[in-house]
């Protein structure tokens, strides 16, 4: 299958910096890309839809100020924690959406830690 | 609204023996559902999907889920457990039918015991 790589798999920051967490698809290209957060024992939510040269869509309640995506490429997708506080600690993870809806690959995660 | 509930938050099974998870879904439309699973440090890999065909449909490493429209259910089947199924399992729903709104299930842990 296709290949989603997510980099950092780990980041600590501390209070009050900004961290960019970045999506690539490998193999193929993704006009669209999701980002998802994971909270502890709980399911993944999605917070933004990201298209390829436009604006993010944001899900109600993500503060699109502090959660920057940039997806500036056919290849990459970045979500930037902007200013980030210990309740920004969480696991996001992105997936790509491959052909016409065909099916969406998902990154191995990246574990975000603000202390 | 479409939602979806996995049932157990845990299950725990020996090797060889059966697996069953369970998910009951709520869609205003026809849903389209899918199982992902998770392995520790891993990015979601694609189960099976069902998308209003067959209503029994068949994955990869030997999973099954079949679609109960009169139960709203697709609870994940597989004949024997292997130690490498150990793993979170999410059942998903599709607000749209494709990709674009997936709503994700709390997540199944799976342990297999020897």
């Known amino acids: 299958g296709a290949v989603v790589s997510q980099h950092p798999s780990r980041v600590i920051c501390k209070s009050g910096t900004s961290v960019k967490i970045e999506c690539r698809s490998l193999d193929f290209q993704a006009t669209t890309m999701f980002w998802y957060r994971q909270f502890p024992k709980k399911s993944l939510m999605l917070m933004a839809t990201s298209n390829e040269g436009s604006k993010a869509t944001y899900e109600q309640g993500v503060e699109k100020d502090k959660f920057l995506i940039n997806h500036a490429s056919l290849t990459l997708s970045t979500l930037t924690v902007t200013s980030a506080h210990p309740e920004d600690s969480s696991f996001y993870i992105c997936?790509?959406?491959?052909?016409?809806?065909?099916?969406?690959?998902f990154g191995q995660g990246t574990r975000l830690t603000v202390v | 609204a479409q939602s979806v509930t996995q049932l157990d938050s845990h299950v725990s099974v020996s090797e060889g023996t059966p697996v069953l998870l369970r998910c009951n879904y709520s869609?205003?439309?026809?849903?389209?559902l899918f199982w992902y699973v998770q392995h520790p440090n891993k990015g979601l890999q694609l189960l099976l999907k069902y998308t209003s065909a067959a209503t029994l449909v068949k994955g990869i490493n030997g999973f099954e889920a079949e679609f109960k429209k009169s139960e709203t259910s697709f609870h994940l089947t597989k004949p024997s457990a292997h130690m490498s199924d150990a793993a979170e399992y999410f059942c998903v729903v599709s607000i749209s039918g494709g990709y674009n709104k997936l709503i994700f299930g709390a997540g199944t842990r799976l342990a297999v015991h020897p």
């Open positions: 997936s790509a959406l491959w052909g016409a809806l065909v099916e969406a690959f």
């Open positions: 869609s205003s439309y026809s849903p389209s």
